[in-house]
Each structure stands twice: as structure tokens, then as C-alpha cells.
């Protein structure tokens, strides 16, 4: 992971100024994003109450039936005529890639790289954003997750992120049930920092979408 999350995402970003504050709205520290449909992908992220049952609705998502990229478009709207964010990877099909979170503007709010030759126990996810914030996240279930490698399903998430210093940056998790939402926590880290909820909602998503084709 590179020392510095600023640095590194700076080329990406040369039509915006590294330092514009990105906007986030830190009262989303808990998100609850249900799949509604299986084809094409369609979904709904929604803030998520203490007691982890869906609150007010954030974006509809929406996937491409042909989907190489793994991409997902966010909006405020289910017409979807305003774009929120979007996530794309840069390559198709590749078990090494790197994804690229959108807002509406095209600036880039943050990246992440999916390794799945790291290891075979499990797939790495190194995450950065241009505020700071970089973490690396893994299945804490390593059987279920080598299993992954030649059957797709999405049961049994318990995906982590953490920093280089052990603090967790975002925890995604899922039940046994094919409609069970994906939970989402973002806590807030020492500095006072909080990850993007549009972050965490484009990672969770994209974790469905790769769970669901052996991708991890």
C-alpha cells in the first residue's frame, strides 16, 4: 500500500484539485444495501438504524446485463436520470485490477486494487482515497472464501478493512440468505476521519458482483 493515499491518487485527478474537500456526509456511518433485482443487478443502499434494519433510502443502483467491468452506477432518483457516483474496473475479467469510484463530476473519490493471486486462502482489497484514508480488506472466512474460488455465492460475507496501524476503516457483512442485505459500518478513526459512504457503498456492491461469478 503506498505511504501516501494524496500522493498516489494525484494523477488520476489532474483536472481537480487534490485538495477541493470531497463531500461526506458522516451521519451515514451504518448503510444497508439490499440486492432487489438478479438481471440485470439492481439495488438499494438505504442508511441503516442501530438496530441494523433499513432506514432512509441514499441511491439506487444500477448494473449493465453485460457487466465485464463490474461496474455499478448510483443514483438519487430510480429513473435513474441523476447520477450520484459510479464504480468501474479499469480492465474486464481479470482476477488483478483496480477499481475507480466516481462522483457525478468524474472526480475520482477514491481506488481500489483486487488481488486475487495474493493468496489462494484468501483475496486481498487495498483501498486509498485522496482524503487519506487507506486500508486493506480480506474475508475473515477463509474456508468460505476458497470455496468461492470454484462456486458462486455470496453467503457468509465478513469482509474487513483495516489500516496499516489496526484500526478498522470499514466492516461489510452478509447472511446466508440470498435476499439478506449486505450490513455495512463505518466507524470513525482516531484522526477523526470517516470513510465515504459512497465508498463503502461501491465496494459492497462490487463485492456482490465478484462473489457472484468465483471472482474471490
Known sequence: MPDSATGSLARYNNQVSIDDKVAVDNRWGRLHIQRIKGFPRRYEVSAATRARQRGQLLAYVKCPAFNPFNAARFYADEAGS???FSVRGRWP???KNTYFVRAASGQIIATFDKDLGKSFANANVYLETPGGIAGT???TNT???KARRVVDFSALVDFLFYTGGAREVVA???GWGK???YLVNIPRLPDGKQLDWRVASAVSVFLD???NRAQF
Do not use: H, V, Y
Open 179 to 181: 435476499t439478506d442485505p
Open 137 to 139: 480488506g480480506r474475508d
Open 209 to 211: 458482483l465478484s462473489l
Open 82 to 84: 441523476q447520477l450520484l
Open 172 to 174: 461489510i457483512s452478509k
Open 143 to 145: 474456508a468460505i472464501n
Open 93 to 95: 475479467f481479470l482476477a
